[in-house]
């Protein structure tokens, strides 16, 4: 029987009290007064990607509160980002539009907060909204009415937040903190209005720095390498070879796997300096905590001596253990959330949503970090759950895009989708319905470069079966990949004569995809100039 057929004559019957009355649960009042408006709880980690999702299929991790979502829920295989890397993809989740309209094409813009998202919509709407974690935008967040982000990337260790413009520091560990703060806000939300949560949290984002309960995970395990771990490049364009994304060659000793530097002060590299900095932060005992679980192990790592192959190995077993103990906390906090849901009924009429704003390499081809329109960091996790409309253990091959989320909130929302959001409602695929004319096929465009990591500028088309991409500014190159026989992308098929008519319909398909969202060479060459200038 689903909870919000009951009446709150039948709660007193059930519980025989009229005291009771006192202590109604939330969805008593949910139920009558916003039966058509769900709350919307969206969950976006940083980085945290499918090949570290138990649903997905993960083979080095498990993630059961997450997972929950997904049994009862829907899974999408084939979420894709518009530009694999931050703050464009949260520009495209607010906006429900491409990077080149609604102007933040990279990390280092500032978004025009005056704009339209679907945030300052559901507020017309009757929606009470509010954001809390990573934020990443640069300007204040407008659309909420309660908001409490981290300033910029934000801290592990006892990080700092921005709540409606008073900044203060917590004691704490950021992923519980930003669970706590969330469960209060929902605590104290008006009950008498729908809601929409954004809880943004910080990890899995480099430096991968993890809760001290969970330093010693994995401890006696060792991680399996992806199989293309030792990638060589051998048919794709330089951008592969030019990127600064390797675990091998890129991975900071301090910074990113953990060992301080002992040197003197003047002659630390960026990371040693950056990892001391992040240590100054911790308290005693969190510090205590920390030295106690990498000390021995970084001492054992010294004298080992290790070369090639085993040196490598190290390096990924660091990187990889350290990047899941932070998805451990993470799937604590969804374990959290759902307790609170379970606990006031709100599971029943709340849609939750858990993504994150990109993906990101877990070693495939050697790399971390994301960026390049590879499916690894091109797919986003995305499952919903929302019991009334959606079917438990639904799995879905249909290609979606983070451009449709505003849109999808806003038809659940019942408020009406703006003609100028370049995405579309989801909300029929997940009742089960397709529409015929869904897309088959995908826009994407990267611009961050020159840049940390060093990813040549990119867009690309992707279809269900092929992939072609084109690097330009100070490289001119195209690949096309066959997905179905080459699921990994190892054998860039470009000027291969077998492929020429392909490569012709993709590229029409491209400036039709380019000519509908309105992306062209012009507007590109505008933003570089914009780059450049701003460089000087
Ligand atoms: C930081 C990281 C990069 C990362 C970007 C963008 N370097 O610059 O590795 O690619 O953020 O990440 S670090 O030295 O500060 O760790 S994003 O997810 O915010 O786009
Ligand atoms: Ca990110």
């Known amino acids: 029987m689903k909870k919000q057929g009951k009446t709150r004559r039948d709660f007193l019957k059930i519980t ?11 969805y008593f009042i949910i139920s009558k007064k916003n039966k058509k408006q769900p709350n919307i709880l969206f969950i976006m980690s940083d980085d945290h990607t499918c090949q570290a999702i138990g649903c997905y299929g993960s083979k080095i991790n498990k993630t059961p509160n997450i997972d929950r979502i997904a049994e009862e829920g829907i899974r999408f295989n084939n979420c894709f980002c518009t530009n694999s890397i931050c703050a464009p993809s949260r520009a495209v989740i607010l906006t429900g539009k491409y990077n080149h309209i609604n ?20 507020q017309k709407a009757g929606y009470q909204t509010a954001i809390i974690g990573k934020w990443h935008l640069k300007s204040e967040p407008t659309g909420f009415d309660y908001w409490n982000i981290l300033p910029g990337q934000g801290d592990y260790y006892n990080p700092d937040f921005i709540e409606m413009g008073d900044r203060k520091n917590y004691i704490g560990y950021v992923t519980n903190l930003i669970t706590d703060f969330s469960l209060n806000w929902l605590k104290n939300r008006d009950t008498e209005k729908p809601f929409c949560l954004m809880m943004h949290h910080k990890a899995t984002h480099r430096n991968w720095m993890p809760e001290t309960k969970y330093l010693n995970l994995f401890n006696d395990v060792n991680i399996p390498k992806p199989e293309t771990f030792y990638d060589d490049y051998r048919t794709r364009s330089d951008a592969a070879r030019q990127q600064e994304m390797s675990i091998i060659k890129n991975l900071n000793y301090a910074w990113d796997l953990k060992i301080p530097a002992t040197g003197k002060k003047e002659k630390l590299n960026w990371g040693e300096r950056a990892l001391n900095n992040k240590l100054k ?52 906090s969804i374990g959290r959330i759902f307790d609170y849901l379970d606990r006031t009924g709100l599971a029943e009429n709340t849609i939750v949503i858990y993504t994150s704003d990109q993906g990101f390499y877990l070693g495939e081809h050697g790399w971390f970090d994301k960026r ?8 986003m996790p995305l499952i919903i759950r929302y019991p009334e409309k959606i079917n438990a253990g639904t799995v879905n091959n249909d290609m979606v895009l983070n451009l449709d989320f505003a849109p999808t909130f806003l038809d659940y929302a019942g408020a009406d989708i703006p003609e100028s959001m370049q995405g579309h409602s989801m909300k029929p695929i997940l009742s089960g319905k397709t529409p015929e004319n869904w897309r088959k096929s995908m826009y994407y465009h990267y611009y961050e470069y020159p840049a940390v990591h060093s990813v040549k500028r990119h867009y690309g088309i992707r279809t269900q079966r092929y992939k072609l991409i084109h690097f330009y500014y100070d490289i001119e190159a195209w690949e096309l990949y066959d997905l179905k026989n080459d699921p990994h992308e190892l054998n860039n098929l470009y000027g291969n004569p077998e492929y020429k008519d392909i490569v012709k319909r993709l590229k029409r398909e491209l400036n039709e995809l380019r000519k509908k969202y309105g992306d062209s060479d012009e507007l590109t060459r505008k933003f570089l100039k914009k780059a450049l200038n701003k460089k000087r």
């Not at 102007?103 to 559901?122: M, R």
Request: net charge negative; proline share 3%.
């Open 103 to 122: 102007g933040v094409i990279d990390n280092s813009t500032v978004f025009d907060n005056s704009q339209e998202t679907f945030p300052k919509i559901l």
């Open 16 to 26: 025989g009290a009229g005291a009771a009355a006192l202590i109604l649960p939330d």
């Open 372 to 379: 390049f329109m590879y499916e690894e960091s091109l797919r």
């Open 281 to 332: 932060r911790l308290t005693k005992e969190q510090l205590e905590a920390w030295n106690q679980a990498y000390g021995p192990k970084n001492e054992a790592f010294k004298k080992a001596n290790l070369k090639g192959k085993d040196l490598d190995d190290w390096k990924y077993q660091r990187f990889i253990k350290d990047y899941l103990r932070c998805v451990v906390s993470i799937d604590d």
